[in-house]
Structure formats: C-alpha cells, structure tokens
C-alpha cells in the first residue's frame, strides 16, 4: 500500500514513553530518530520538582520485560507491597496491595529515563536529537519542524512516519487538532499537587519503611511518600488549589507549619526542609486528556500522555503508556512488521477504551485514597474483599490486582470493578456487618452474588 | 475594583449572538467596537451552502424583544406549528409542536444579521469593524491583532473587555486555551450534513406547506426541509459519513439519483437542482464544544457557539446564545452596570450547567428526529403526553415545550424530561398499551407517578 514509504521514524519526546517505543521500533528494524526538547538527562540534572514519583508495575514491566530491561529498572527501584496510612497522630495501619505479596516499585523518572537511553545507545539504528524544540509538524506530509537550541538554528526534516510520544501538552498532538472531526478533550481537577522531601537519615537509609507507599489521607487532601534509593522519600502534597484547605491558604511559614503540625505532625518531623521545598517547588495541576483517533491515516500516531495523560492516584501514567509499545508491538507483528493504514486505525481503535477506563478509574481512586483509607467501614470493606480474594482467588481478583498485577485489559478491570462494587455495596448494608463480616453466610452471599449474571 | 478601566468593549465575531451582544451592551452605556471577520452582510452575498436553516423560538424572541427586534424579525420569518413527517411513499404524518398552537419560526441567518446591524448601526456607541481577521489575542493584556483585508495591513488594539462570539473554531477561545486549568472538549458526530434546496413553486409560493418543519425520518439519517419566506425551502440531509448508507456511498448523479428515489421519492420530485446542490455544496461536520470557564477573570468572556457549540436537532444554537447575552444583560443589572470579575465567574458558573444540558438533549434529540419519528409506538407515546399536556396544563408541561416555548432553565427542562422518560418508559410497558392508552387507569397511573418524588 505505501510501497514507496521508507523506514524512517521519528519519536517526537524521549521520556519514558517514547524511549521504550523507540526500542520496539528499531528492534523490528526501523530507522528510528527520537527528537527530544530537554537535554540528555545522563548529563545534565533536570529535576524540576514537579515529577510525582513512578510506580511501576507489571503492566510496564511486561514491557520492559520484552525489551529484557526489567531486571536493570528493578535494581534501581523499591518495592512497596503495600500502603501505610497515618493518621493524625501518626498511628500506622497497613494494607497490602496484592494477595500474594506482590509489590509495585517506586522508581526516578530520570534514573529509568537514563537506563532506557543507555539501553538504546548501542544500537546502529536509533539516533537521539537532544534540545531540539519541535514547533510545528505536518501530518500530511510528514514534516517536523522546530529550533536546535544547541546549534542556535532551526531545523526541519521529514520522516516516513511520525510519532507523538511528547506528553500531555503534545505539540504532534495540536497538528492532529487541525484534521478533520478530531474529538479532544482536556479537563483538570480542581485539586493541584506540591513535591516535597524526607531526606535520608542521618547515617543513611530510610527514616520510614521504604516497603509501603505512606498515605497521610484526610479526607479533602492528602500527603504521599514514596521512597527512593538514596534513602530519601520523595513526597506529595494534594490538596484544592482554592479553598479550606487550598494551596492558596498558606501563604507564609506560620501558615505552612500550623497546617503540618495540625494534620501531618509525624511528616513535619521528618521534613527539615519542608519551608524551602514548599515555597520553592511548584504548585502542579493535574489534567486528563482525551483525543479520538489518535492517528492521522499512517501518518502520525500519538502514544502515551499525549493521547490519554491521566491523574497520578492509579500509578498506571507510566504502565499504561508502555502497554501502549507492547500492544503496538503486538499488533506490528500481526501485521507483518508494516506500519499499514489499516494497522494505525486498529490501534487507536483498541487501544482509546482501555486508555478512557483507566482515566476513570484514576480520577476515582484519588477519592479512595484521601477519604476512604481513612474510613473504618472502607477499611472493613477492604478486608472482607481481601478475604475473599485470598480463599477464592478464581471467583474474586480485587480490580486494583486487576490493573496492577495484570496485563487484563483496563476496560475489562474497570467492568469487573463495578460489578464487585455492586457486590459489596449490598453486603455493606448489612445492619451488624461488622459482627458478621467473617461468617460463612457473608461468604456464600458473596460467592452467589459473583456467580450470577 | 477596577476604577482604572473604561468602558471600550470589544465583541470579536459580528454574527447573529455578536450582534444582540453588541446591542445589549451599547444599550446600558458601553462603547463597542464589533470585529468581525466577513464582509458587511447587508452588502455581499455571504452564502455559503452551509448555514442549517434557523428556528427561532421563545428563547431568542424573548431576548430579541427586551431590545424591540422581536416583530422585525417575525416579519421575515415563517412560522412553523409542527413536524410534517414523509415516510417512504410520500404519505404525511402532522405533529404540532405545541399544546397551545405555538410555533418556531424558520428564518435565515443572514437576513436576521442584516437586520441586527442595521438596528445597531444608528446608535453612536457601536462600531462595526468588517473584513478583520482576528489572529491572536492576549488574555492579559486584553489586546486583538490581525489582519485588515481591506486595508491590507495588520492592525492591533486593546480594549476594556473582549467578549468572544466568534463561533464553534473562535480564535477568542483558542487564547483561554492556554490560561491555567481551562478545561474544553470538542466532539463530532459521525455523521455530516447537505444543504438542498427546493426552489418556489413556479407561479411563486411554497411548493409544500411552509407552516411545518418537513422531516423525512430513515432511522439511520433524515432529510428536513424549512421554508424561506421567498418560496423556497432550505433541506438539510443529515447522514453519517460513511458507511451504508453514507456520504461517501454517493459519488455520482445516478447514485444520488437512486438513493433519492428509494428513500425520499417526494422530495426529489420537489428538487430540481439537486444534482448541483449536492454536488457543489459541501458535507460539514456536527462539533459540540465544552469549556470551563468561559472566562479569564473580567478581561475576556465567550459566548454563544464560542463556548457552547451544539448540534442543530434542538433548534436551540442561535436561542441558547441569544439567552447567553439576555442573561449576561440580567446579571449586569444586578451588577449595577459593572463588569466585575465576580459578575464575569457568576455568568460562567451559572451559564455552564444549562448550556451543558442543551448540548445533551440536542445529540438525544437527532436520534428523536430520524428514528422515533418514523416509530408507532413513538407517536403513540407522544400521543399519550400530548393528551396529558392538554388536559393537565399544570402537572405535564412536555421537555420539548419546557426547551422551546419557555425561558425555564435548559438544567430544570432536562430534569423534567428525564422524569417524564422514566414515567413514559414504565407506562408503554403495559401490554396492550395499544388499546388502553386513552383509558382513565393510565391517566391516573401517570398523575400518580408525576406527583411522585
């Protein structure tokens, strides 16, 4: 169909996304040229203080997996197996994530970032273009223009296909903006986020347990620590922009210590310089992103954030943007290895249900994770599910092991997911469940309830 | 708060929504400057085989007569009183539109603007700027650039206030776009639309009832027809794009041809030049845009299609935006004439939920249009409500008479509706419905039910 069409790919961003697409790419021999507007980030320090820590997990690891880069990621990464939450006297409760011990793994969005281009490095075909601004891209004839902030020029070139992996404010995404009936949306809680830090202790190592993800909830905002290996913890603050309580209340360090001292007292004493990170680091927002298709014909084809960013409280930004390369991969095999019209279309088409059910299902777990963990019938709700799931493991496969312990697609977890609160909705109604919660008549209601329809 | 302003408005877009806005303004003392892309419609022929014939109704004349333009308007205009249905042979179902004999009134675009400008034009406080394309406008700095076509020259000014009625794909928007956390979505259907014509009756005069909006009803897509008052209709075939049947399925006069006559035999037989209306006039797309806010603090406020674009099945796009500006009028009185940001964030937030609501009900209404009109049990069941709506003028005020015959909120239409679907829904379920729908059981099956929650 495209006989004339040669194998030169451009990936337009080098983070995570586009790196691991990259190495799929050329690893089914074409000629790939990732474009990125930072530097390398093997030299130079780009930490901005708004990057909310990754979890990775087996959807991502699946894919890195493939490309035999899991091992060397997990040995730069911590696993948490579960969450701890504090509350407002510092009481630890804790939750495992998985029913057999699984973990996901806390790791540096520029440690991996690094270990992905070094991993691409050797290879023949695949060339990185750093500090190269993209402003401008032709879906129709495959062009792809901007400024060589190095060389202090600009600079345009044309590839035989195109694709966007540059994030949530996507530049090849506004081309796209421009074709025909292209369906977009973008929409923004009304909540931001702040980075903030636990350094590490004094002769070194974690002054918490590095194994959980801490969730400070409360209800309208929370705090999050993940760790990292450096002995530091990498910590977020998510709270209203406007409002009691809102970014926009706290306004000098009286503000700021009062606020920690009444609602994170055990945080405030592990972050000595909470009054710099605070007043100095950003208040981020938070976006979703929807577009449909993600593709022009065989032209241009958008992958992770910049077709579907989602909010950080699944973990699944990153997961879902490399299942992105290994479903694409998938499908590239299927197809023979040719980059089709047909092959494009098919996997926008598959790939926007999943990517819209893990967008909902992320903006709903930031409720469960600033409210719910805190709520003792959350809590009992979440023990008899773990009961369950622990005695029944074919019937009951909790949604959060769905998305995260699973490759079952996200349309799948989500449908799943609804069913088993329709479930447990009804059980909670029970007048004494906190007495009868363990009995074999729960039980058997639930088994019931599970097998019918 | 803003002492330091003046009065210097500026309203980017001089189409039908501008023009009342313009108008409403100027009447409470502003100093507007109308920046308008086109030509003066009073002196060129502006169409372009792409209008969607107009409806106006309540909404709009209730804005139209606060500024005294409701009975010039009415003069050029026709008014319609109910669907005229054709099905596959030419035979003709009727349905008033109204319990009370009320009508719409078909009206063109361009002769509704021509007299909007020449109402506005002697007033010496606004001026019409033609032939400018806006490019860009700066949110902050409350300044408009672009292009004088007829000077051939670029021009650039600031003003006090920027109000944006410059359409589905306004520029205005485009600006607030990129102001923090402004959350928008544009969604097309799948399917397009035609502009047809069928020419006056060859002694003048309308060849079929101009009192009727005419409906060809095929289930997947529909024809319409609007009178003019000049004798002709404007028809408007609303298809998806591909598909069977679809746009792309029609790529020659003999195609047309049969596709017209298995489908619509009446309406070809009325359609002379439909062989180059088709052919020459373009298949547009149907796009609802979303946005929130509509503005940035109070230097730039969008209205009309701007910032709520919908598909035409309500007859709601011109009312809706003509209510935007009455409102705006409304809220500026409680205001005391000032322009505050407080007032600007009222008029958003209160404006977003109804405009929402319309959006809704016009995309459920074009499957009402093409399928449920064509249905027996459809009209049965608009039967039913119509009995109601007449007996009981009090309890069953129908969704389509809430939207079309009053200025109740489109938020209270749409939850009216949705009550009296769920009503409808149990009601047809009755098994011999058929026979007993005129029966005094279900009259007070439904007064019970209406008084019910």
């Known amino acids: 169909m495209n006989s004339k069409r040669g194998n030169r790919v451009a990936v337009v961003g080098g983070g995570l996304v586009g790196c691991v697409h990259a190495l799929f790419l050329a690893k089914r021999g074409f000629d790939v040229t990732v474009i990125e507007r930072r530097g390398d980030p093997r030299r130079e320090n780009l930490y901005a203080g708004k990057s909310i820590n990754l979890a990775l997990s087996h959807r991502g690891l699946t894919a890195l997996s493939k490309l035999g880069l899991d091992k060397i990621a997990l040995s730069i990464a911590t696993p948490m197996r579960g969450r701890m939450m504090h509350d407002e006297t510092g009481n630890l409760t804790y939750q495992p994530y998985g029913i057999n011990n699984e973990a996901i793994y806390s790791i540096g969005r520029i440690e991996l970032n690094r270990v992905l281009i070094d991993a ?124 009691d309580p809102g970014f926009d209340r706290i306004k000098d360090a009286q503000q700021l210590e009062s606020f920690f001292k009444a609602n994170f007292p055990d945080a405030l004493d592990l972050m000595p310089n909470l009054l710099e990170d605070y007043f100095e680091n950003p208040t981020s927002s938070l976006i979703t992103i929807r577009c449909q298709p993600w593709n022009y014909k065989n032209n241009v084809m958008l992958i992770g954030d910049a077709s579907h960013a989602i909010v950080p409280f699944y973990g699944q930004g990153m997961n879902s943007g490399f299942e992105d390369c290994n479903e694409f991969d998938k499908l590239l095999k299927k197809y023979n290895g040719e980059l089709s019209e047909e092959m494009f279309a098919e996997f926008s088409a598959s790939r926007i249900p999943n990517t819209n059910a893990i967008a909902e299902m992320a903006v709903e777990n930031y409720l469960e994770m600033r409210d719910g963990t805190a709520n003792p019938m959350f809590l009992l709700r979440k023990r008899i599910e773990h009961k369950m799931a622990s005695k029944y493991p074919d019937q009951w496969i909790p949604k959060y092991s769905l998305v995260t312990f699973s490759n079952a697609s996200y349309s799948k977890a989500q449908a799943i997911g609804r069913k088993q609160a329709r479930i447990m909705d009804k059980i909670m109604l029970h007048s004494k469940i906190e007495e009868i919660w363990d009995s074999p008549e729960i039980e058997n209601e639930i088994l019931e309830l599970v097998s019918s329809s």
């Open 120 to 243: 691409a490095e050797p290879m023949p075909n695949i060339r990185f273009l750093f500090n190269r601004k993209v402003n401008y891209v032709n879906v129709y004839e495959r062009l792809i223009a901007g400024y060589d902030e190095v060389k202090k020029e600009d600079f345009s070139d044309t590839y035989d296909y195109i694709f966007g992996s540059d994030g949530a404010y996507s530049v090849v995404r506004q081309a796209l903006m421009k074709t025909d009936r292209f369906n977009f949306s973008q929409s923004y809680l009304d909540h931001g986020y702040k980075e903030l830090r636990i350094p590490p202790a004094d002769g070194g190592g974690h002054r918490i347990d590095p194994n959980a993800l801490h969730i400070w909830p409360r209800g309208k905002y929370m705090l999050i620590a993940l760790a990292n290996i450096d002995g530091s913890f990498t910590c977020t603050l998510f709270m209203p922009f406007s409002g």
